[in-house]
């Protein structure tokens, strides 16, 4: 169990670039979501897939927002056209169920100028 | 619907000293709690869950945290306070389905020497 990875861990992109992030959730989680956190605020959440079907997506997810996860494994958050309202901590966190703990990664930090 | 409070958002206590981290809950169906520690820079890990069992609920590095229905109340305590617990902490709440995570704002604990 090497826990949940996530790559960057910081990403600085200019306005209006595109960027995407990368989650590993702990092998043979099935379940798998996606939280933005703003400075001195608490983890928001985006959305969440069981495999590869992704089943809730939160208000905040904006038509740029688009996230997959192909074959039930890896999952990736892509941010079009960034706006520096899109500065966060992009979290990702896997459970072995519905009712099971999730456990977080490290979070991607991102900075748009 | 569901939110968390937390009252506090700096609190700051002396090494040694009684820790008591304040949330109250709301929810419309009978909910889980949890406590989570973050650290700076670095994901969310977890101290504790409530899950309708036992309404005292023992975690790591000797918090503990108590269910009480009538208070919608769910708060963190810590007999003795260490340096080492110095982070930021967050409650949060899920229903029973336990899908997505809704969080309080956090509340920063300082130690002080």
């Known amino acids: 169990d090497t826990g949940v990875s996530q790559n960057p861990r910081h990403k600085i992109t200019k306005r209006g670039q595109n960027v995407t992030f990368r989650c590993d959730p702990i092998?043979?989680?099935?379940?798998l979501y996606w939280y933005r956190q703003t400075l001195g605020q608490g983890p928001e959440f985006l959305t969440y897939?069981?495999?590869?079907?992704?089943?809730?997506k939160s208000r905040l997810l904006s038509d740029r927002f688009s996230a997959e996860r192909p074959k039930g494994s890896f999952s990736t958050l892509e941010i079009q056209r960034t706006e520096q309202g899109d500065s966060a901590m992009y979290l990702c966190?896997?459970?072995?169920?519905?009712?099971?703990?999730?456990?977080f990664g490290p979070g991607t930090r991102l900075l748009v100028l | 619907a569901q939110s968390v409070t937390q009252l506090g958002s700096h609190v700051s206590v002396s090494e040694g000293a009684l820790v008591l981290l304040r949330c109250n809950y709301s929810?419309?169906?009978?909910?889980?709690l949890f406590w989570y520690v973050q650290y700076p820079n670095q994901g969310l890990q977890l101290l504790l869950k409530?899950?309708?069992?036992?309404?005292l609920v023992k975690g790591i590095n000797g918090f503990e945290a108590e269910f009480k229905k009538s208070e919608t109340s769910f708060h963190l305590t810590k007999p003795s306070a260490h340096m080492s617990d110095a982070a930021e902490y967050f409650c949060?709440?899920?229903?029973?389905?336990?899908?997505?995570?809704?969080f309080g704002s956090g509340t920063q604990l300082t130690v002080l020497p």
């Open positions: 966190a896997s459970s072995s169920g519905p009712k099971e703990t999730q456990y």
């Open positions: 092998s043979e989680h099935n379940r």
């Open positions: 897939f069981q495999n590869e079907a992704q089943l809730e």
């Open positions: 929810s419309s169906v009978p909910p889980y």
């Open positions: 409530y899950t309708s069992a036992a309404t």
């Open positions: 949060a709440v899920s229903g029973p389905s336990a899908r997505q995570l809704t």
